[in-house]
């Protein structure tokens, strides 16, 4: 129902439950991911680590992610002309994989040529030359292997055979391949030496078609090959150590006062345990209860262009009156006075202030049938009702008193969070970095993982639907929705490191413990499976983000206003 003041997006672009009601999807995931970073206790989402508080762990509910998760790569050869291949430490389809750049290196009989270039996006691009003698030292590396393992007819096992004879049985193609891949795997540790510490995990990608490889090797019997590798980016502060004097203007909302909002609490309790009785002789007045039927067009001199407008539209939508200041302006005006088997039609603008950018500014048509109409039977407002209101208390002013504490620390943890969230704001505008593709596509992923996760929660779904959400196709939908979203998030979490690190920040052992220990004995809890290692980097990541973020609180310059 498009009539109330915030943004309806598709399920996987919405906000977070952990973000603001009221914030538009542009931000929402934005919001969910940084409000947290004060309160690591709380076990939050940001930098990836998932919320305790939730059914969900999107690194760890392999029956939701396993359709999309980036697995590690494997070398692949294709026969596809068009096709490269990836390289890493996983050797599970080949006898002859590529290894590790991290592993030991194993010593060449010769030097490679290898030439270093820039490229955008934080990556580099190695010119790899391999000289015959490396190849000629790997090639008979690769038939002593086959030696050892071929059983070839007319030779007992292990024993030396000629190598003609040898190479005709194994078949001379895969031979040359077994080469290459040797040839590949020996060389890719020396050739990465000068990026091998600056080197984004899964990004080292060998982009030269196997096909070439092949060519190159069966006519010159030496190799040449092209790496691209993603590295850690470099950030630059704008102006330089300009987060040392941040002036920071924060927005707060007046929906969390906490005065108004415990009236409104208290209002709202009292009407839920009142009687909903049905109008018979009047038409609707304000603090009734209505359900109808909206739908809504857009206006336009030439008829042809007029369109449905499928958010404003809504069958059976249970309208609380009171409630109006939260709808389209003019649409309660609009409807006072309508009748049970009532339709009212009338014109409405959208705000240019409105959540949903599409709208903004359309002139509508709108088209409203009343189909039942009530009102409420309250009881007194006095003690006798304190115990409904809330169990336990004697009161009315009991009550009021128990809601305004409540209100009172929503509002300064809601306080906190703008606060936190503007700092974050502010400091990602201060920062130029070049974000590598690999670093986007995996905080995307687990963004969109973590969505998937809590839809999953919601709703149940099925293996047919989860296997469409989850396809290569959604996930790439979903980058491209939010892509400004996760440069931001970016951005943020490298400042918030850079910052660590300039200022010497520093949190107590034990707080790592306790936090690793609730994590621990959450994911037990909900029999998750976890990787230990990985909660405790995330949560060391937690508490180095709320460290900089109290650090920052502290030397910024810090104002409120309320919208």
């Not at 839920?272 to 038409?283: E, F, M, P, W």
């Given at each position: 129902m498009e009539l109330c003041s915030r943004t309806l997006t598709t399920l996987l672009h919405r906000t977070s439950p952990s973000s603001s009601s009221s914030s538009s999807s542009s931000h929402s995931l934005l919001r969910?991911?940084?409000?947290?970073?004060?309160?690591?206790?709380?076990?939050?989402?940001?930098?990836?680590?998932?919320?305790?508080?939730?059914?969900?762990?999107?690194?760890?509910?392999?029956?939701?992610?396993?359709?999309?998760?980036?697995?590690?790569?494997?070398?692949h050869h294709h026969h596809g002309?068009?096709?490269?291949?990836?390289?890493?430490?996983?050797?599970?389809?080949?006898?002859?994989?590529?290894?590790?750049?991290?592993?030991?290196?194993?010593?060449?009989?010769?030097?490679?040529?290898?030439?270093?270039?820039?490229?955008?996006?934080?990556?580099?691009?190695?010119?790899?030359?391999?000289?015959?003698?490396?190849?000629?030292?790997?090639?008979?590396?690769?038939?002593?292997?086959?030696?050892?393992?071929?059983?070839?007819?007319?030779?007992?096992?292990?024993?030396?055979?000629?190598e003609s004879i040898l190479v005709g049985y194994v078949g001379r193609k895969n031979v040359q391949k077994a080469?290459?891949?040797?040839?590949?795997?020996?060389?890719?540790?020396?050739?990465?030496?000068?990026?091998?510490?600056?080197?984004?995990?899964?990004?080292v990608r060998i982009v030269t078609k196997f096909s070439e490889l092949e060519k190159t090797y069966s006519s010159q019997?030496?190799?040449?090959?092209?790496?691209?590798?993603?590295?850690v980016p470099e950030i630059k502060w704008v102006p330089d150590n300009g987060y040392k004097n941040l002036k920071i203007v924060v927005e707060i909302d007046s929906d969390i006062d906490a005065q108004k909002a415990s009236e409104q609490e208290f209002k709202r309790r009292h009407k839920?345990?009142?009687?909903?009785?049905?109008?018979?002789?009047?038409?609707l007045q304000v603090g009734d209860v209505v359900v109808i039927d909206i739908s809504a067009t857009t206006i336009d001199q030439d008829e042809s262009k007029i369109k449905n407008i499928p958010s404003a539209e809504s069958k059976g939508f249970n309208f609380d009156t009171e409630d109006g200041y939260r709808i389209l302006p003019g649409f309660l005006d609009s409807i006072i006075g309508i009748r049970p088997g009532e339709t009212k039609s009338f014109p409405l603008v959208f705000p240019e202030t409105w959540n949903q950018e599409n709208l903004r500014g359309v002139h509508a048509q709108f088209t409203v049938e009343c189909k039942e109409l009530f009102y409420r039977d309250l009881p007194e407002l006095d003690d006798s009702i304190a115990d409904k209101l809330i169990?336990?208390?004697?009161?009315?002013?009991?009550?009021?008193?128990?809601?305004?504490?409540?209100?009172?620390?929503?509002?300064?943890?809601?306080?906190?969070?703008?606060?936190?969230?503007?700092?974050?704001?502010?400091?990602?505008?201060?920062?130029?970095?070049?974000?590598?593709?690999?670093?986007?596509?995996e905080q995307g992923r687990q963004l969109y993982g973590a969505s998937l996760l809590e839809i999953q929660a919601k709703m149940n779904l099925n293996d047919q639907q989860l296997a469409s959400l989850s396809s290569q196709k959604a996930v790439n939908e979903y980058l491209e929705h939010q892509k400004d979203n996760i440069r931001n998030l970016i951005k943020q979490n490298l400042a918030v490191g850079d910052i660590y690190r300039r200022e010497n920040l520093q949190f107590s052992t034990e707080d790592l413990v306790k936090e690793v220990e609730n994590s621990i004995t959450e994911f037990k809890r909900q029999n998750q499976e976890y990787d230990e290692e990985r909660v405790k980097d995330q949560v060391q990541e937690i508490l180095e983000g709320a460290k900089v973020l109290e650090?920052?609180?502290?030397?910024?310059?810090?104002?409120?206003?309320?919208?």
């Open positions: 969910a991911t940084t409000c947290n970073y004060a309160t690591p206790s709380k076990s939050s989402n940001y930098f990836n680590l998932s919320s305790s508080s939730s059914s969900s762990s999107h690194y760890h509910n392999h029956h939701v992610l396993h359709h999309f998760q980036q697995q590690p790569f494997l070398f002309s068009s096709s490269s291949f990836t390289v890493s430490a996983s050797s599970s389809s080949s006898s002859v994989a590529a290894s590790s750049t991290e592993e030991k290196m194993d010593r060449l009989p010769a030097e490679l040529n290898v030439t270093e270039t820039q490229e955008p996006n934080s990556r580099v691009r190695l010119q790899v030359e391999v000289p015959p003698v490396v190849c000629e030292d790997c090639y008979k590396r690769v038939i002593s292997e086959f030696t050892k393992q071929a059983k070839v007819p007319g030779f007992r096992p292990g024993k030396p055979v000629p080469t290459i891949e040797s040839i590949l795997r020996r060389t890719l540790p020396h050739a990465m030496t000068s990026v091998t510490r600056k080197a984004l995990p899964d990004s019997g030496s190799l040449r090959y092209d790496v691209l590798a993603d590295i839920s345990i009142g009687a909903l009785k049905v109008v018979a002789d009047r038409g169990p336990g208390c004697t009161t009315v002013q009991q009550v009021k008193e128990l809601l305004l504490q409540r209100c009172q620390e929503v509002e300064q943890s809601a306080r906190e969070q703008a606060t936190d969230n503007a700092i974050l704001d502010q400091i990602s505008k201060m920062v130029e970095v070049d974000i590598p593709q690999s670093l986007f596509e650090w920052l609180r502290e030397h910024a310059e810090i104002q409120y206003v309320t919208r």
